[in-house]
């Protein structure tokens, strides 16, 4: 499994077993599918093409079982556009079904959480409600492109809202999701892999 992103895949803030991957590959051993520990190419506060770059630097020439990507947060905090992100998401979709043999099923996309809910959130500039549309209009964009390209993409943004009202799915960093809420990703992403991936 090969899982490229930002904060929310290298698991900013909790330990490396807490991670939604590596979660998600116990939970999938659980069921008889056995996955090595998942390749990560991720790192807190990457934007799109911070990861493209860090992608062409590592040269990996293997091909991988699954993939997943998460990214944009960063785009959207440092006030990028959405027409920006559109196009420099789809290039790292295209990037991560080479991953995957060109197979939309083994590509999985995972949507922005939703920060403005943080206590993090409350030192910004903008509303939370401001920043809430803007990871909607996002998450918008590259739901589009997945759907285009038939890659599952699984929301997590509306679960991330719940850290409003329950401080035990942040970390003490009060921005990224504990092992609680990374759990639930983890849940819902080994459901739909055993529902999209061609396994048996």
């Known amino acids: 499994m090969l899982c ?9 803030a909790v330990d490396s077993d807490e ?15 056995y996955f090595e520990i998942p390749h990560i190419i991720a790192q807190t506060g990457w934007t799109t093409d911070e990861l493209a770059a860090a992608i062409r630097q590592q040269n990996i020439q293997k091909k991988f079982d699954a993939v997943t990507l998460l990214i944009g947060v960063n785009n959207q905090y440092r ?42 959130a409350r030192n910004d500039r903008r509303s939370a409600s401001e920043i809430s549309t803007q990871i909607d209009l996002f998450n918008e964009a590259a739901r589009n492109i ?10 997590v943004t509306t ?32 459901e739909l892999m055993l529902q999209t991936y061609p396994f048996r």
Request: charged share 20%; hydrophobic share 45%; net charge neutral.
């Open 4 to 12: 490229l992103g930002d904060s929310y895949t290298i698991g900013e």
């Open 146 to 155: 997945c759907r285009q390209h038939r890659v599952p993409f699984l929301d």
């Open 159 to 190: 679960y991330s809202r719940r850290a409003a009202t329950d401080p035990a799915l942040l970390a003490k960093d009060g921005l990224h999701p504990s092992g609680a809420m990374y759990r639930w990703w983890a849940e819902q992403l080994a």
């Open 79 to 120: 006030g990028r556009t959405v027409e920006e992100y559109r196009k420099e998401f789809a290039a790292l979709l295209q990037t991560a079904l080479q991953f995957a043999n060109n197979i939309p099923e083994h590509v999985f996309v995972l949507s922005i959480p939703d920060w403005s809910v943080t206590p993090f």
């Open 19 to 33: 991670r939604f991957a590596h979660q998600a590959v116990k939970l999938l051993a659980a069921k008889g599918l």
